[in-house]
């Protein structure tokens, strides 16, 4: 593949942390992501905490606009057609792998 010039990459990379619930997408312009629990680590193991962000349990950065990733657009109407792109690709490549995460990104599926 590395001596293969005629092969088409990719300008996304998908986000997956099984243990961690996380799933998304980041494009040259945007990264969306989901997380189904946040956790911390303690001294026992991983100890569920209350961490989730108050209006949504995913986050979506303008990476260009906002490169250190401060404001959350998830919410935003003018965002909900990328939003809902990006989310349709999270899910579509998740099933294509036949992912665990599937278990609770079908909350998403619209």
């Known amino acids: 593949m590395l001596r ?13 942390r099984h243990m961690d619930h996380v799933a998304g997408i980041v494009t040259p312009e945007f990264e969306l ?9 303690e001294q026992q193991g991983l100890v569920e905490c209350n961490l989730k962000p108050p ?7 303008d990476r260009i ?6 404001n959350n657009l998830i ?11 990006l989310t349709k690709k999270i899910l579509d490549h998740n099933r294509a792998i036949n992912s665990p995460t599937m278990n609770w990104l079908r909350e998403l599926d619209s």
């Open 65 to 70: 606009r906002d490169p250190l990733q401060v």
């Open 55 to 61: 209006d949504s349990d995913g986050v979506l950065f």
């Open 33 to 41: 992501a989901y997380v189904h629990n946040y956790y911390s680590y």
């Open 75 to 85: 919410n935003r109407q003018e965002y909900a057609q990328i939003v809902a792109e």
């Open 4 to 16: 293969n010039y005629e092969a088409e990459w990719s300008d996304e990379v998908y986000i997956y």
